[in-house]
């Protein structure tokens, strides 16, 4: 299933470059650390990241929480 989304994210994103947030939790939840700091840069250089709030509480990125690249991303 995550497989799936994974390819229709991908095709998302081929088509939409400017939207890679979904990409971005979906390669956290499965622990493709650097292919979810990407996205995440993605996004917010697109101006469609969430605001912190959401990143912090989003459960989705909860294995890249606790990341020194993730708490600079942040500001922290």
């Not at 700091?37 to 101006?47: C, E, M, N, V, Y």
């Not at 469609?48 to 690249?69: F, I, M, Q």
Request: aromatic share 6%.
């Amino acid at each position: 299933m995550l497989n799936r989304a994974r390819v229709a994210l991908d095709r998302h994103e081929q088509l939409d470059p400017r939207r890679p947030w979904q990409r971005a939790r979906l390669a956290a939840l499965l622990g493709h650390e650097d292919g979810c700091r990407t996205r995440l840069l993605r996004a917010k250089d697109a101006g469609t990241l969430p605001n912190p709030e959401v990143l912090k509480a989003d459960p989705s990125l909860e294995s890249v929480r606790g990341k020194p690249w993730f708490k600079q991303f942040l500001g922290e």
